[in-house]
């Protein structure tokens, strides 16, 4: 947790771990997490499934959602930031 004077900002990740699972797995699960969580919420997705490369940049971007993704040895890891799209 950072800390700034008086004020606090919590910094949590939540992961969710889709590796392995086929499309379209992985982007409904990241969608029903998505369904409750608040503004500036950081949420990682873990995938191996390579039309997830597509899916999940896709989807954040329709919703309005920031999304980094980046590459492992066997899996890609997707940062989405809700409600931070980057400008077109």
């Not at 900002?9 to 969710?16: D, F, H, K, P, Q």
């Not at 499934?49 to 492992?72: E, N």
Request: charged residues 20%; contains cysteine.
């Amino acid at each position: 947790m950072a800390s700034i004077g008086c004020w606090s900002l919590a910094t949590e990740v939540e992961t969710i771990d889709a590796r392995g699972l086929k499309c379209p797995l992985p982007v409904l699960k990241l969608e029903k997490r998505l369904a409750d969580a608040e503004m500036g919420t950081t949420i990682v997705v873990l995938a191996s499934d390579p039309m997830a490369r597509i899916d999940i940049p896709l989807h954040c971007r329709k919703h309005g959602h920031g999304c980094a993704v980046a590459t492992a040895d066997d899996y890609m890891q997707f940062t989405v930031t809700v409600g931070a799209a980057s400008p077109a």
